[in-house]
């Protein structure tokens, strides 16, 4: 009996094993079908394979979805322009952009070109050499809004893609196919089952959420249908209205590639990795890939100020210096979404999280327990002391970024730390300064503030009064730019 029993299990297990390779088979065969499709209705393989490169230039509205001077809805809606330019062949890829918003004022590029790779600065006439360029990262975003490319990459990597459905969207029934693409999440792509072109697409990031891309009003270019039309949404919001003003196919794009050799030349662009700076005895500046915070040892315990990606590798970077005090306290500076992405982690700590009194609803909406949250709000000052140290929480908002500004000062020593207002490049010239600096600038003096070192959410390079003066002397300049 026990023999009989062991060989109809056997036979029971092979059975679904045999189902689940169909299944998967199926699937499989589906979504290569649904590739198939897609591919002829963007002209076919050879057609695809024959793009080389591809410029778009473009006029985009942002919509500041999270990230304007007020914590609520209507969103600021700032405007920009560029171009964008990929030789696949080459590895070349070319993003210039220039616009305004949020009390920032930029024209920049980014050059990818091997060896002759930069990252330009036209405001400030610098060109600074990239020390490890990337072409796949770098030009991802690029690929991920022009449908052709995005299709051609799909096809080139169809052995990852998956079936996924079929959904209603926008009052037409489309086909969806998952598939890796070189670098970054898994990507959704939506087809339009009976013109099989694509219409929308998304991604999850991690500890962020959902990015969706939508694509509209197709023309053809070269054969192949380009759309002059792109939308963004983060987690459902809109955040972006792009159009797509001129597109070229296989047309040589030598003079975005070339450096204008009057920028003058700034220290190379090289990778940040996690690190730690003890700026004072007891005070600790710990980041990475251009988000930092700052750690404050107090007697019994450490107070932690900012609010960016990977407080908990920065905490464990703390770990190793001051092993047994708890955080008490987690300072958000202020209510843009990549500076409240700390709560959770600072709750989880069983830290008090402190914030402007007008972005308590953006903080308790960035807890996991937004209601039970321990949190002290600050409507002008909040001062955290003992018997050797005072830390003051001072909101000196508004300024040009942000209705509300909560700084980190340590009047004993000369530290402040604040975000998104004075961010010196790790090294290197000064840029000159933006709306949102000079505001800064004249908050300090408004509230009686000199200090000796400033230091920054997104930059290991702790500044000084002279080089944030320097910086709003310095006037801009227009070398190069579009």
Known sequence: MKLNASLLLAGVLSASLV?????TQKNVEKAQGIIEAA??????????????????????EIVATGQSHKAAPPWDRNPAAGVDAIDIENDVFVTKNHGTGSGFEFNNATVINGEESYQLNYRAGTAAPIAEPDFNTTSGPFI????????????DRAQTARYMGEVESDGRTHEVVSFSMEVGPAISLYFDKETHQLHRSERVIPNFGLV???????QPVNGIPFNKKFELFLNGDENMVRKNVKTKVNESFDALVKVDSSLERAAAVTPDPLSRQQINEGVYLIGGTGTYAMFVEMDDYIVAVGGTAGIPDRIEQLREVVLDKPIKYGVMTHHHFDHVLGVPVYEA????????TAHETVIREAAEDGESLKLK????????????RRVEIIDIGPTAHTEHLLVAWLPEEGILFQADHFTLPANGSLPPAVSSTKTFAGALIEHGLEPVKILAAHSPRVGTMKELQAAIEKEAVTVGSQ
Not at 144 to 155: D, F, G, K, S
Not at 349 to 356: F, I, L, P, R, S
């Open 19 to 23: 189902c689940a390779e169909n299944l």
């Open 144 to 155: 991920r809004i022009t449908p052709a490319l995005l299709v051609r990459q799909l096809n």
């Open 377 to 388: 709000t600050v409507d002008d000052r909040f001062v955290i002391e003992d018997k050797n």
């Open 39 to 60: 591919v002829e209705a963007y002209g076919g393989t050879e057609q695809l394979e024959s793009i080389n490169s591809v410029s778009i230039e473009h006029e985009t």
């Open 349 to 356: 700590e069983g830290a008090t999280v402190v914030g402007a």
């Open 212 to 218: 969706e891309y939508r694509f509209t009003e197709y």
